[in-house]
């Protein structure tokens, strides 16, 4: 198959077009309005065969998680999607391939109403590049720099599930963990493959928090993006981090709070609120059924400290990173 059937075939008009887009797949660029008083957020993010997603993976999760990383991306930065362009590259043209990548692809367009806008078709080994961009009105960005010594540490959702997918995945949560429960697996299969960005999160915290990043390399790692943008420290009860009851179902409560603290992938939004926000917080993330939970708080001392019941935590984050190498 060329490369022009390929864009043709599965990459045009695949999704009710939107009134913005005035061209889109098929010309040398496309062409897009952006809404008066609103600025425009762009981000890329790469999925590369064997190092992001492991290569057996089927082709309608690989183009949901390609795609819903970037909208997370959007997510955590208060914006609206509106646009994505796809640079494809593909060991060879399999019909049946494109043909599910396609589709699921075109599933997630939908859902968000976002538009594919171009992109880039090339042979090579497997990798999926996709730009993401959405609108934010200029003061409701929501960026990693704003939190303060004070602010409270909040997330969404549940930690470490999709941590807990990789391992089945990868069959490293071995017979001494894991007990046995069908349902409870493929929920936490579908939280490792099928990431939801938490884009309603987003718009609905804009004027309301602090800062925000979306979890992609784990709670540590990412709160120390907002300590360093925000030149704060951080105090995090490890006690307080929600955990699915699927998770607590195959592993130790000791054990999923390592995976949440350190496995990543979750996709969930961490963000800081100012003391006199917090009800208000609680109220807009109440009446759009997103659940939230209070982890810590930030700090002035400039260091990130694990507590539990009040003293230290230790984690064991660097002995398991190595069973757990995919991620990246
Ligand atoms: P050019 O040579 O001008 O860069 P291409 O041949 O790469 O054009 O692409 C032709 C058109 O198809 C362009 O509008 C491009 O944006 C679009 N396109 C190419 N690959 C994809 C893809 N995988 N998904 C969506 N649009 C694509
Ligand atoms: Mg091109």
Redesign the pocket.
């Known amino acids: 198959m060329q490369?022009?059937s390929i864009?043709e075939q599965y990459?045009t008009n695949q999704t009710q077009p939107r009134r913005d887009v005035l061209v889109g797949?098929?010309?040398?660029c496309?062409i897009t309005q952006i809404p008066e008083n609103h600025v425009l957020a762009t981000t890329t993010d790469t999925l590369v065969s064997g190092i992001h997603f492991l290569p057996e993976t089927n082709p309608a999760d690989i183009a949901h998680k390609a795609l819903a990383v970037n909208l997370s991306d959007l997510a955590a930065m208060g914006a609206t999607p509106a646009w994505v362009?796809?640079?494809?590259t593909l060991p060879d043209a399999n019909e049946d391939w494109l043909s599910e990548f396609a589709d699921s692809f075109a599933r997630l367009c939908e859902y968000y109403s976002i538009n594919?806008i171009?992109?880039?078709?090339t042979r090579g080994p497997l990798s999926i590049t996709i730009t993401a961009q959405g609108f934010v009105p200029p003061d409701s960005v929501i960026k990693r720099s704003g939190a303060r010594p004070g602010d409270a540490i909040f997330v969404t959702g549940t930690l470490g599930d999709a941590g807990a997918g990789l391992g089945l995945l990868k069959e490293t949560l071995t017979e001494e963990n894991v007990a046995l429960d069908s349902l409870a697996a493929s929920y936490l299969l579908l939280r490792h493959n099928t990431p939801t960005p938490r884009v309603l999160a987003g718009t609905t915290l804009r004027r309301k928090v602090s800062s925000c990043i979306d979890i992609s390399d784990g709670l540590i790692g990412d709160i120390q993006h907002i300590m360093k943008a925000s030149q704060c420290g951080a105090n995090i009860n490890v006690g307080a981090l929600p955990i699915s009851n699927e998770l607590l179902s195959f592993v130790s409560p000791e054990y999923a709070i390592e995976l949440a603290l350190s496995a990543g992938d979750d996709y969930e939004l961490l963000f800081t609120v100012p003391q006199d926000q917090i009800e208000e917080v609680k109220t807009a993330m109440h009446s759009v059924s997103i659940p939230i939970t209070q982890i810590g708080q930030m700090t002035g001392d400039g260091e990130l400290h694990l507590k539990q019941n009040n003293q230290a935590y230790i984690t064991q984050a660097s002995a398991y990173q190595h069973e757990i190498p995919l991620h990246g």
């Open positions: 490369e022009f864009i990459f797949v098929g010309d040398d496309a362009s796809l640079a494809l594919l171009g992109g880039d078709t």
